[in-house]
T-cell receptor, first 115, second 115 residues
Framework: GENVEQHPSTLSVQEGDSAVIKCTYS??????FPWYKQELGKGPQLIID?????GEKKDQRIAVTLNKTAKHFSLHITETQPEDSAVYFC??????????????FGKGTMLLVSP | EAGVVQSPRYKIIEKKQPVAFWCNPI?????LYWYLQNLGQGPELLIR????????DSQLPKDRFSAERLKGVDSTLKIQPAELGDSAVYLC?????????????FGPGTRLTVL
C-alpha cells in the first residue's frame, strides 16, 4: 500500500517568513495530493490540492509543488501569519487505474508562527 | 450549509465498556468515512461507505468494532468492549463522489478516553 512520509514534524517561523513542508510517497500510481490544516479541537480542513498532471498550483499565499519522478510534493506558505499556526497534513491517493483507494496521510507538521 | 456533524464531542469510559459514535454527513454526500486519529498522527481509515454499502473495511478491527449506515445517510461506529488503546479521536468525513473523487469534508471528531 501507499506510504507517505512528512517532514519536518515541527516548524517554528517568525511572522512574515515563509514555511515549507515536504512529503514523499511510495506508490507511483498515486495521482491526487491534498493538504489539510487541522486546528486544535477541529477536524482537518482542505486548504489546497494538486493532481499529477500539474506541477504547481497556487492559491494566494499557499502553493503546492509536485515532482512525480522523485515522488515528492511540498507545501509553501508565504508571508506567514499567526493564524497559520496549526497542524498540516499531506496525503496521497491512487488513481482510477489502481481501483481507487482512499487517502493515506502523513504524520503531520505542527507549524508555529510567532508574532 | 451545515458541515459534518458528530456526537458526542467527548466521551470518557472505563475499559471493557461499550461506546458508540454518531455521524451525520453533509446533505447529499453519498460517501462516508470513519477515521481513527491517534495523538500526533494523521487520520487512518477505518471504513468507507458508498451509500449504505461498506466498500472498504479492511482496516476495521472487526472483533470489537462495528459500523452501520442503514439508510445511507447517518452512521454509527461502535466499540465493544473498549480497550485502553482505543483512546483516540474518531473522525467522520463525507464527500460527494466515491473515493476516486470529491473533496472530503471532516467533522470535528469525537475524542474518546478509555480509563
Amino acid at each position: 500500500g501507499e506510504n507517505v512520509e512528512q517532514h519536518p514534524s515541527t516548524l517554528s517561523v517568525q511572522e512574515g517568513d515563509s514555511a515549507v513542508i515536504k512529503c514523499t510517497y511510495s506508490d507511483s500510481a498515486s495521482n491526487y495530493f491534498p493538504w489539510y490544516k487541522q486546528e486544535l479541537g477541529k477536524g482537518p480542513q482542505l486548504i489546497i490540492d494538486i493532481r499529477s498532471n500539474v506541477g504547481e498550483k497556487k492559491d494566494q499565499r499557499i502553493a503546492v509543488t509536485l515532482n512525480k519522478t522523485a515522488k515528492h510534493f511540498s507545501l509553501h506558505i508565504t508571508e506567514t501569519q499567526p493564524e497559520d499556526s496549526a497542524v498540516y497534513f499531506c496525503a496521497a491517493r491512487p488513481g482510477p487505474n489502481s481501483g481507487y483507494s482512499t487517502l493515506t496521510f502523513g504524520k503531520g507538521t505542527m507549524l508555529l508562527v510567532s508574532p | 450549509e451545515a458541515g459534518v456533524v458528530q456526537s458526542p464531542r467527548y466521551k470518557i469510559i472505563e475499559k471493557k465498556q461499550p461506546v458508540a459514535f454518531w455521524c451525520n454527513p453533509i446533505s447529499g454526500h453519498n460517501t462516508l468515512y470513519w477515521y481513527l486519529q491517534n495523538l500526533g498522527q494523521g487520520p487512518e481509515l477505518l471504513i468507507r461507505y458508498e451509500n449504505e454499502e461498506a466498500v472498504d473495511d479492511s482496516q476495521l478491527p472487526k472483533d470489537r468494532f462495528s459500523a452501520e449506515r442503514l439508510k445511507g445517510v447517518d452512521s454509527t461506529l461502535k466499540i465493544q468492549p473498549a480497550e485502553l488503546g482505543d483512546s483516540a479521536v474518531y473522525l467522520c468525513a463525507s464527500s460527494l463522489a466515491g473515493a476516486g473523487g470529491g473533496e472530503q469534508f471532516f467533522g470535528p471528531g469525537t475524542r474518546l478516553t478509555v480509563l
